[in-house]
């Protein structure tokens, strides 16, 4: 069992950057792919991006690519995510979510994560 811990949020003008950082415990961390989602107030929770378990593929929703980076470092256990050029939609709490099992095109899914953190609010003004 994983637990994951996000950090890293909070406020920032339109066009700022934040990095969001997840930290895992409990089990070997580079056995599983990462993904970060996001849940705006009243909307469903959406993909953000992913990474697989060696960092080697990552996936973006496009409404982040270019803007985005996910990445990871085993040995500290952390997945992060860049975030530039951030806009008023960005707004949300941001979820980390690890899989031990996902395939590379189910990335976007979010029933294919088995564990979740407690998520960290981002908050863009215009």
């Known amino acids: 069992q994983v637990r994951l811990v996000e950090s890293g949020g909070g406020l920032v003008q339109a066009g700022g950057s934040l990095r969001l950082a997840c930290a895992a415990s409990g089990d070997t961390f580079s056995r599983y792919a990462m993904g970060w989602f996001r849940q705006a107030p009243g909307k469903e929770r959406e993909f953000v991006a992913a990474?697989?378990?060696?960092?080697?593929?990552?996936y973006y929703a496009d409404s982040v690519k270019g803007r985005f980076t996910i990445s990871r470092d085993n040995a500290k256990d952390t997945v992060y995510l860049q975030m530039n050029s951030l806009k008023p939609e960005d707004t949300a709490v941001y979820y980390c979510?690890?899989?031990?099992?996902?395939?590379?095109?189910?990335?976007?899914?979010?029933?294919?994560?088995?564990?979740w953190g407690q998520g960290t609010q981002v908050t863009v003004s215009s």
């Open positions: 990474i697989s378990w060696s960092g080697g593929t990552t």
């Open positions: 979510a690890g899989s031990r099992h996902i395939s590379s095109w189910a990335y976007p899914r979010r029933s294919e994560y088995d564990y």
